[in-house]
């Protein structure tokens, strides 16, 4: 929580169906749920550089053991987010310079 409040814009994407969890967020942060996708075993940790976006996709192939790949290059990450968005019908726009506050979600 105490990194969630220090961030500009955040995006939590789960796959739950909690409706008390948007009710404890900071303003700037968006709960988007995935259940019913093909997200559901999808882990991204994305953050932003000067030059776009960085991060990390992997997907939960059980037992302990996960498939994916972390990239410095930004049009591979802004590339995996954007087919996430696409399959969450949401945007999430990483390198937007100011956010409106859009608190809640699913």
């Not at 953050?47 to 994916?68: C, I």
């Not at 790949?69 to 990450?77: D, G, K, P, Y």
């Not at 968005?85 to 859009?102: C, R």
Request: hydrophobic letters at 40%; charged letters at 20%; glycine letters at 8%.
């Amino acid at each position: 929580m105490k990194l969630m409040k220090s961030l500009p814009k955040i995006w939590i994407i789960g796959n739950f169906n909690n409706p008390y969890l948007a009710q404890t967020i900071p303003p700037h942060a968006t709960v988007v749920s995935c259940v019913g996708t093909s997200l559901k075993t999808v882990w991204m940790v994305v953050t932003r550089d000067q030059n776009g976006p960085v991060g990390l996709v992997a997907e939960d192939v059980g037992e302990g053991k996960f498939s994916g790949f972390f990239s410095t290059e930004n049009a591979i990450v802004k590339y995996a987010i954007d087919m996430a968005a696409y399959e969450l019908k949401t945007e999430i726009d990483v390198m937007k310079k100011e956010w409106t506050q859009s608190p809640g979600g699913y």
